[in-house]
């Protein structure tokens, strides 16, 4: 098999990992220039902000695991591939001269061993860094099982690291990953933390791991939940969310027709609450329903339920309880204390400030006024009637430059 069949494979194969996301698709057309050859290009986000373009493979799919949620498990019967090291950084180099992309993402399955697995990925880095003097980015997996000393020499030599924590709990592990515990998941994640916290240049853009949703009946507080241990204990950069995608029959896993997409988004936007938010996973849920609305944010869930806090009145409120408000982001929340200094804001300024007053009418008041009559008297039902109005969001609408209040909410996606 030649490299840019095994690139095809690999790439292909390196799509169901959710840390950046894949922009590969295919067309007909096999003239004129450029490409979106399905394998391998896929982008990311620095943290000022920057998109940039990865190579996103795997290093190999042959597995000796058998997983049953995963398409590269040992029990399938797929076409197989496996790079060396020198084809890997070889190709890296190359389409980073070619300005394709400026970066590496290497995952892999499990071949022969995890230690021969963890050794081929150091050995490719290694390549990269002192053979090839790349000093661009570069993402890869710490393998279950591997050696802690292996894990550590490639730390120093990536910028980011990520250990899978696959499921939401032991159970479903258990229950669908038969050849992976809670150990040899955490205990990785726990070594990357300490090493990174004693010794300087070691996974310097920190490390991060994945989920996968809707393949068990894992409920999304205990998801929430779980992550907001994860950041708490193993100071994590992100989380990320995987719908599950059915790409395998098997009992053990729950009947999904499609990706539960929509869920994926509500869990990022709860993700989001508590990593910028100070929201916890308890006082999100609080023992009401351990599933998130699906017809509204998190935020307004959590507004709904816990009606007996509001309305905030806007010239007096801390700032904790102005971003607890639907409709005020970060942003807006700052900009509301520095200019109420000077003078008491009423809805108008509020608008000005990128406040969406669609969302945050029912729960403030302004110099001890509604922003309409009765307005806050409504019952939670009949609030979550109005914000979902299904004909009101269906209605074309031109977008402007001058309406702030939606301006603001598709620039920022402030919740």
Known sequence: ????????????????????????????????????????????????????????ILFTNECIFDCAYCINRKSNDIKRATFTPQEVAELTI???????IEGLFLSSAIKNSPDWTMEMLYKTIWLLRYKYQFNGYIHVKAIPYASLD????????????????????????????PNKTKESILKPM????????????FVSAGQSTQMIIGATDDSDYKIINLSQHLYKKFKLKR????AYTPVNHDPRILKVESPPLLREHRLYQADWLIRVYNFSADELFNGKDENLDLEVDPKVM????????????INKASYEELIRVPGIGIKSARRIIKNRVFHSLD????????????????????NGKTFERFLIDLEPEKIKQKLTDKNSLQRPQQLSFFDREVFTSVITGEI
Do not use: Q
């Open 94 to 100: 190359n389409f980073y001269k070619r300005n394709y």
């Open 239 to 242: 989380v990320y969310y995987s």
């Open 1 to 56: 098999m030649d490299v840019l069949e095994k690139l095809e494979v690999l790439g292909a194969a390196a799509k169901y990992d959710v840390s950046c996301a894949s922009s590969g698709s295919k067309r007909e057309k096999h003239f004129g220039i450029g490409s979106t050859f399905s394998a391998g290009i896929c982008h990311s986000w620095t943290d000022d902000g920057r998109c940039i373009s990865l190579l996103k």
């Open 302 to 313: 959590w507004a709904l339920r816990n009606l007996d806090k509001f309305p905030i009145e």
């Open 150 to 177: 292996l894990i550590r020499k490639t730390g120093f030599l990536a910028d980011r690291m990520s250990v899978n924590i696959e499921l939401p709990s032991e159970k479903s592990l258990r229950l669908l990953c």
């Open 347 to 366: 809805f108008e300024d509020l608008k000005k400030m990128g406040v969406v007053l669609k969302r945050a009418k029912y729960f403030i008041t302004c």
């Open 190 to 201: 726990e070594f990357i933390t300490k090493v990174a916290e004693e010794e300087k240049n």
